[in-house]
């Protein structure tokens, strides 16, 4: 599990090269990669399905579908219990009159999360489902969201509409648009595989440095990502937004090279050495087939579904 959070946001960032198609190489294109990685065995990697720790692997994946897909249901009756996630309208109130941006309708909290003010999760745990309670709760102080609230005491009226409950496999499936609680089974098994692959296989690498001028380029790559994400998401200007919050690129980019580039390079480079050592083709139809307006992005996926499969069929699945 040590990569497992790495190894899914690089399937989105990740650079890689496209070949069969006249185009030129992203990444790497100088650069060869025996002088930079050692990589151990990547063929027959054996996979115990029965194990523990496999299991994790699995619950990460059915539980990344959860969160990604809404795969929640509404329970109509019983009480809150902690960690549940409860669907609620809530008006705050200061010596009896409300205050701004403490009124919100059919809002979701997970009880225990610490999202919202001390004590008020707490006293939401034993209220039933269509309940209305008066929770009593101070802002702590100092409070940065609202100074002016920092300290003081308020009474939210809150009434839980209902528990939301993940789904099983057997009630997500159709949603996930399989015909069968097995098919649907059996992909969260296959997805859960190739990232223990994965997983096994950068772990064993060795890198004795990282291609300065790759490393430059993929965190250029993974700054345009986010700015696109804000542009798309928010309609942010992430520049501007940086320069208002007192940073700037040159500093936001500092972070990415020290925080994300490491681990996605070293991704990178194993992926790059198996799909060059195994002579592995990737078209340009192939990188066109993924859903993603992105080209880089969409070669990540593209680069990352061929070395997978091709992994998962010379695996040992037991």
Same mark, same amino acid.
């Given at each position: ?36 990685? &050692?990589?151990?065995? $990547?063929?027959?990697?054996?996979? *115990? %399905?029965?194990? !523990?720790?496999? @299991? +994790? ?111 099983? &496999?057997?009630?997500? $499936?159709?949603?996930?648009?399989? *015909? %069968?609680?097995? !098919?649907?089974? @059996? +992909? ?131």
């Amino acid at each position: 599990m040590k990569r497992i959070t790495a190894i899914l946001l690089t399937t989105v960032l990740m650079m890689t090269l496209l070949t069969g198609c006249g185009k030129n190489r992203l990444l790497y294109s100088k650069a060869k990669l025996e002088n930079y990685v &050692e990589v151990g065995e $990547y063929l027959g990697i054996v996979v *115990d %399905t029965n194990s !523990d720790e496999y @299991a +994790d692997y699995y619950n990460e994946i059915f539980s990344l579908d959860i969160e990604d897909y809404g795969l929640y249901k509404e329970v109509n009756e019983g009480t809150v219990a902690d960690g549940d996630i409860v669907n609620l309208d809530y008006e705050g109130k200061l010596d009896g009159v409300a205050f701004e941006g403490g009124t919100a309708t059919g809002a979701d909290l997970e009880i225990g999360s610490g999202t919202f003010i001390d004590d008020f999760e707490e006293e939401l745990i034993g209220v039933a489902v269509g309940e209305t309670k008066d929770v009593t709760a101070t802002f702590p102080d100092p409070y940065t969201n609202n100074p002016d609230l920092a300290g003081k005491e308020a009474i939210f009226t809150c009434k839980i509409n209902y528990i939301k409950k993940a789904m099983t &496999e057997e009630e997500a $499936y159709s949603e996930m648009d399989f *015909d %069968t609680a097995e !098919d649907y089974i @059996a +992909d969260i098994n296959e997805r859960a595989v190739k990232t223990y692959i994965l997983d096994t296989v950068c772990e064993a690498a060795k890198f004795t440095d990282y291609p300065a001028e790759d490393s430059e380029k993929l965190c250029d790559a993974i700054f345009e990502f986010y700015v696109d994400a804000y542009k798309t998401s928010y309609d942010v200007d992430l520049e501007e937004l940086l320069v208002a919050n007192g940073s700037s690129v040159d500093e936001y980019k500092s972070q990415i090279s020290s925080q994300m580039v490491p681990s996605m390079m070293e991704t990178n480079m194993v992926m790059y050495y198996i799909l060059d050592a195994e002579g592995l083709e990737l078209l340009e139809s192939t990188v066109e087939s993924q859903d993603v307006e992105q080209e880089v992005i969409a070669e990540s996926y593209a680069v990352q579904d061929i070395v997978l499969e091709y992994l998962y069929d010379n695996a040992e699945i037991k």
